[in-house]
């Protein structure tokens, strides 16, 4: 069974900055690209950032580029995710996510598997 | 990028009735990589459909994606009591993969 298990999340002072990690299990980590995707409180998904297998290539949302740094580790499994500068409108509960798979050996960032989200408040 | 508009916003239904919800992008989804989500509050999104139109693992067949380029459609023949939730619209053709605002279906 696949789980995703994130942590780091917690309450924030604006500007500070947050380290999150997602430890996985139940699949081949390494062979599988993942992302990271919030959600505001009472709003929609959004897409945040996403990192092939490999950690070769990486990819951000404008509403973080700059500020956010989207690394994993294959041998400990766990994927990480830091954002500075932060501001109350990166409140949201993060979400990891893993991609399904690959088409034409290229991954496919649409998500089969998500852990269960870890909360970050962003307040003075 | 793709900005992806679902409507309605809220749909207030009966049990066992069809719904279709829609999902339109600003441009063309190349290779239809659309997928379809559904969330209950509280819990992290599961995937529905992918690929516009294929099944995800354990998804029941009342549930049908549809459609091509820029516009898409999720249709529930009929519906359960356990399908009323909030549903995305993702695509995964290029990077930002973006979703939809959602639709809630609620129960009337």
């Known amino acids: 069974e696949v789980q995703l298990v994130e942590s780091g999340g917690g309450s924030v002072q604006p500007g500070g900055f947050l380290r999150l990690s997602c430890a996985a299990s139940?699949?081949?980590?390494?062979?599988?690209?993942m992302s990271w995707v919030r959600q505001a409180p009472g709003k929609g998904l959004e897409w945040v950032s996403g990192l092939s297998s490999s950690g070769d290539h990486i990819y951000y949302a404008d509403s973080v580029k700059g500020r956010s740094t989207v690394s994993r580790d294959n041998s400990k499994n766990t994927l990480y995710m830091q954002l500075n500068t932060l501001s109350a409108e990166d409140t949201a509960v993060y979400f990891c996510a893993k991609s399904a798979g690959y088409n034409f050996g290229l991954p496919q960032y649409y998500f089969d598997s998500w852990g269960q989200g870890a909360l970050v408040t962003v307040s003075s | 990028e793709i900005v992806l508009t679902q409507s309605p916003g809220t749909l207030s239904l009966f049990p066992g009735e069809r719904v279709t919800l829609s999902c339109r992008a600003s441009?063309?989804?190349?290779?239809?990589?659309l997928a379809w989500y559904q969330q209950k509050p509280g819990q992290a999104p599961r995937l529905l459909i992918y690929?516009?139109?294929r099944r995800a693992t354990g998804v029941p067949d009342r549930f049908r994606g549809s459609g091509s380029g820029t516009e898409f459609t999720l249709i529930i023949s009929r519906l359960e009591p356990e399908d009323f939730a909030v549903y995305f619209c993702?695509?995964?053709?290029?990077?930002?993969?973006?979703f939809g605002q959602g639709t809630k279906l609620e129960i009337k």
């Open positions: 993702q695509q995964y053709a290029t990077s930002p993969y973006v």
């Open positions: 690929g516009a139109s």
């Open positions: 441009q063309s989804v190349s290779s239809n990589y």
């Open positions: 139940g699949f081949t980590f390494s062979s599988f690209a």
